[in-house]
């Protein structure tokens, strides 16, 4: 039974190479454009289609082996058109591609023998599947997590058990070696989802401004975010502080139902599942807000030494009270 309960899991984020196309899987073309000219590379095999990106004549590119109309599809599920690119070096055209270290965070496909990494248009397995990367490719990331997944700067999604991390990421755009970095003039689309997320954890007070700007404040925040939940204290964003972050601010986990009970006996202990958790602070009250994050509307301030009744019900670092209020987890401590 494990054995099968392992193929299963194995068979839903890899796969093997299509037979009709896996000779073909990984290999390299040329842009073969008029001098002057760049190739577009399309979400699909059209000019109706939007573009994706721009590849310089001479450019190399990794093809999955598939075709329609004429268009020929890359490893990472764009198109180009079959009658622009060559199996051939083209003469007279340098290396002018940037090299893919500089087009974002890096990863490389770890996978078993004989398999490939499915590309999803979404995070999970029930997403459909848009292509492959075979063992050893390296792959961009935006630097953002969900649930275990990874996404794809394309906007796709892969199993983050199978890859491994060539750099840190910061911000979630590119890796930044510096683990005090200057807060920059332009506001940042990842730091403004950092912030966001930092603030719903409650390591940031609930009337913090979203900047996009990654400050002291933003840094301090992601220090103690590594400190509390067990993480190297770097000050940097890597894939291990994201993914802590999403768990930390996950939706709550529902409690099943109990069986309704015709006639309760007001003297019966609370329901199953709840206990009750002393408010151990740093001297102050905390608070308590209607959902689990400091987003969510201020209730009432706990004073430190209090007994709260929790009903077992988490979300991230947040506990449900017996009244459906929310608190900090760390301030709690068994009786």
Same mark, same amino acid.
């Given at each position: 039974?494990?054995?099968?309960?392992?193929?299963?899991?194995?068979?839903?984020?890899?796969?093997?190479?299509?037979?009709?196309?896996?000779?073909?899987?990984?290999?390299?073309?040329?842009?073969?454009?008029?001098?002057?000219?760049?190739?577009?590379?399309?979400?699909?095999?059209?000019?109706?289609?939007?573009?994706?990106?721009?590849?310089?004549?001479?450019?190399?590119?990794?093809?999955?082996?598939?075709?329609?109309?004429?268009?020929?599809? +890359?490893?990472?599920?764009?198109?180009? *058109? %079959?009658? @622009?690119? #060559?199996?051939?070096? &083209?003469? $007279?055209?340098?290396?002018? !591609?940037?090299?893919?270290?500089?087009?974002?965070?890096?990863?490389?496909?770890?996978?078993?023998?004989?398999?490939?990494?499915?590309?999803?248009?979404?995070?999970?397995?029930?997403?459909?599947?848009?292509?492959?990367?075979?063992?050893?490719?390296?792959?961009?990331?935006?630097?953002?997590?969900?649930?275990?997944?990874?996404?794809?700067?394309?906007?796709?999604?892969?199993?983050?058990?199978?890859?491994?991390?060539?750099?840190?990421?910061?911000?979630?755009?590119?890796?930044?070696?510096?683990?005090?970095?200057?807060?920059?003039?332009?506001?940042?689309?990842?730091?403004?989802? +950092?912030?966001?997320?930092?603030?719903? *954890? %409650?390591? @940031?007070? #609930?009337?913090?401004? &979203?900047? $996009?700007?990654?400050?002291? !404040?933003?840094?301090?925040?992601?220090?103690?975010?590594?400190?509390?939940?067990?993480?190297?204290?770097?000050?940097?964003?890597?894939?291990?502080?994201?993914?802590?972050?999403?768990?930390?601010?996950?939706?709550?986990?529902?409690?099943?139902?109990?069986?309704?009970?015709?006639?309760?006996?007001?003297?019966?202990?609370?329901?199953?599942?709840?206990?009750?958790?002393?408010?151990?602070?740093?001297?102050?009250?905390?608070?308590?807000?209607?959902?689990?994050?400091?987003?969510?509307?201020?209730?009432?301030?706990?004073?430190?030494?209090?007994?709260?009744?929790?009903?077992?019900?988490?979300?991230?670092?947040?506990?449900?009270?017996?009244?459906?209020?929310?608190?900090?987890?760390?301030?709690?401590?068994?009786?």
């Amino acid at each position: 039974m494990a054995i099968a309960a392992g193929a299963i899991v194995l068979g839903s984020s890899l796969g093997t190479p299509a037979l009709a196309n896996g000779h073909l899987w990984g290999s390299t073309i040329y842009v073969n454009t008029p001098e002057g000219y760049a190739l577009n590379v399309r979400w699909g095999p059209g000019t109706n289609t939007g573009v994706y990106r721009r590849v310089r004549r001479g450019s190399a590119l990794q093809v999955s082996g598939a075709r329609r109309n004429g268009w020929v599809q +890359l490893v990472d599920a764009t198109w180009v *058109a %079959g009658n @622009l690119v #060559s199996r051939s070096p &083209v003469p $007279g055209s340098g290396p002018i !591609t940037p090299p893919i270290e500089n087009q974002g965070n890096l990863a490389t496909v770890v996978t078993p023998q004989n398999f490939a990494l499915n590309i999803r248009n979404g995070p999970g397995i029930n997403y459909l599947v848009v292509g492959q990367f075979v063992n050893g490719s390296r792959i961009p990331l935006t630097g953002r997590f969900n649930s275990g997944w990874a996404q794809l700067t394309n906007g796709n999604w892969v199993d983050g058990y199978y890859i491994q991390y060539n750099g840190p990421i910061y911000g979630g755009n590119r890796p930044n070696p510096n683990p005090d970095p200057n807060p920059g003039p332009t506001p940042n689309a990842d730091v403004m989802e +950092l912030q966001r997320l930092l603030r719903q *954890a %409650g390591f @940031l007070p #609930s009337n913090f401004i &979203v900047s $996009g700007i990654y400050d002291q !404040t933003t840094q301090n925040a992601v220090r103690e975010f590594q400190r509390v939940n067990g993480l190297p204290v770097t000050g940097i964003v890597d894939a291990a502080t994201w993914q802590a972050l999403y768990r930390a601010t996950a939706p709550p986990t529902p409690l099943p139902e109990p069986s309704p009970d015709p006639s309760p006996d007001p003297t019966d202990p609370p329901p199953g599942g709840t206990s009750q958790r002393r408010v151990v602070t740093d001297g102050d009250s905390t608070s308590v807000f209607d959902g689990p994050g400091t987003e969510f509307g201020f209730v009432r301030s706990v004073p430190n030494g209090s007994i709260v009744t929790i009903t077992g019900r988490t979300s991230g670092n947040w506990s449900e009270l017996l009244d459906g209020g929310w608190i900090f987890s760390l301030w709690l401590e068994p009786i």
